[in-house]
């Protein structure tokens, strides 16, 4: 069975620049989860797809990101115009079924952005 | 609330003795348990899960932990380390069916030969 992917791997931007990350959740999987991962720091919740409606998106810095999964498979995630802080790894999830903590969350390996 | 707390941010064991990673929680519902482990460049891995059965679980690669309500505590432990062990674990937390992952700072597992 094929994994979470993401892409790019790797992305560098100075500030001020906008940059947009790709998720593909394993096939079938009906939630969609983006986190930011900040160097020293364990994941963080910015967003979760139910199909292709948003359940959660109370940590999302609505002001300079955004996400869409459009058709309830894809998605992507924006920042628009980046910040330094915002350097971190961004790491896409996906689970089978309603967003519970019965379905097991599958991780992709992760976008690492840096802000110069 | 919703918090947990890694008790050590950088544990190092040698090859073949036992592993203790230890976590505690903070949770004003019943809480669900997790423990992920994240090797380099690659995805988080679940280990195992806690979620209001048998207290005592036992996860992949020979890795097991233990809820304890009265210590609210989940700590990770294996009986002999392999050098294959050698990674980041988070220990996370949720209520109970919701599946907002709180996740730890992460301990840093050495594994020395």
């Known amino acids: 069975e094929a994994g979470v992917a993401q892409s790019p791997r790797y992305k560098i931007i100075e500030k001020r620049q906008s940059v947009a990350f790709w998720c593909n959740p394993i096939s079938g999987h009906a939630t969609l989860y983006w986190y930011q991962q900040i160097l020293g720091q364990g994941p963080k919740l910015l967003i979760q797809?139910?199909?292709?409606?948003?359940?959660?998106d109370s940590q999302l810095p609505k002001d300079r990101f955004s996400a869409e999964r459009l058709k309830g498979v894809d998605s992507t995630l924006k920042i628009q115009p980046a910040k330094l802080e915002d350097s971190a790894v961004y790491l896409c999830?996906?689970?089978?079924?309603?967003?519970?903590?019965?379905?097991?969350?599958?991780f992709g390996p992760g976008t690492r952005l840096t802000v110069l | 609330a919703q918090s947990v707390t890694q008790l050590d941010s950088h544990v190092s064991v040698s090859e073949g003795t036992p592993v203790l990673l230890r976590c505690n929680y903070s949770?004003?519902?019943?809480?669900?348990l997790f423990w992920y482990v994240q090797h380099p460049n690659k995805g988080l891995q679940l280990l195992l899960k806690y979620t209001s059965a048998a207290t005592l679980v036992k996860g992949i690669n020979g890795f097991e932990a233990e809820f304890k309500k009265s210590e609210t505590s989940f700590h990770l432990t294996k009986p002999s380390a392999h050098m294959s062990d050698a990674a980041e674990y988070f220990c996370v937390v949720t209520p109970t069916g919701a599946n907002n992952l709180f996740f730890g700072t992460g301990t840093r597992l050495t594994v020395i030969p």
């Open positions: 949770s004003s519902y019943s809480p669900s």
């Open positions: 797809f139910q199909n292709n409606g948003v359940v959660d």
């Open positions: 999830a996906s689970s089978p079924g309603l967003a519970s903590s019965y379905n097991e969350q599958f």
